[in-house]
């Protein structure tokens, strides 16, 4: 459970850490836009070497931005793997063949491609977090979301269940941790590697950890109550949000690493080198 980093802030001083939070929710949202373009093994290690960049300039350390990847490696190899061995293509002959099962080179470049796209998508939030606390997503969301206030929708009330959220992901692990010692005190085994052996042994986990949830959120429904919480209206802020050069200059630059994929993508001016990147 400790490879778990969504929701742990790592402090630094970094260009990306000082970031407007705003501008850092809109790049994400055009950096998961982007990793769906990318179609060819060039445009993914295009994208993937700026996002190499973006980790060195965070100064986050590299090995705690991979930990988030651990947590959908098995999701990655079992999907990879399946869509090897059920990718069909009529237009070429198979590598290997074994009954229903059949081999495509083609397969295999797909598949490759799927596993890449899936952790591209896992690792820029993962840098996200690392770099932004929940607080300053939080005022981020709220304030990109603030012409819905107009439609009377509650962004306040949104916003701030998702900061919630991320801050109770790091107590949460904590607690599973310390359940999961206990059971292992009594005799419980988790590396057992008989699936349904490790199911049977994660109910004791489940259910207190369950437990302490709905303990933790009643308390602090408590605490918002006895402080006078009342909504977002009339409420300030301690820090106010504000952006600078280097966070237009950011949003450009990743606008610029947009249409170059798209260009990869579509090869608008018809040049032939560009065809032959589209592998």
Known sequence: ???VTIGQYYPANSIVHRADPRF?????????????????FFSFGFLSLFVVITIIISRVPPLKVLKGLRMILIVVLITTVLMTVFYSDADSEPLAEWG?????LSGIYASIKLAWRLLLLVLMPTVLTLTSTPTELCDGLESLM???KKMHFPVHE???IMSMALRLIPTLIEETDKIMNAQKARGAQFESRNPFKKIKAMLPVLIPLFVSSFR????????????????????????QLHCHVGDFIALFAWCAIFVCL??????????????????
């Open 262 to 279: 798209l260009f990869l993508k579509y090869n608008w001016f018809g040049w032939g080198f560009i065809a032959l990147l589209g592998l």
């Open 1 to 3: 459970m400790r490879d």
């Open 146 to 148: 603030f012409p819905l």
């Open 100 to 104: 229903i099962f059949h081999i495509y």
């Open 216 to 239: 933790r959120a009643d308390d602090l429904a408590d605490a918002m109550d006895s402080r006078c919480y009342r909504g977002a209206k009339g409420r300030t802020r301690m820090k």
């Open 24 to 40: 850092k929710l809109v790049i994400m949202l055009l950096y998961m836009v982007m990793v769906f373009f990318c179609e060819s």
């Open 158 to 160: 949104l916003a701030l």
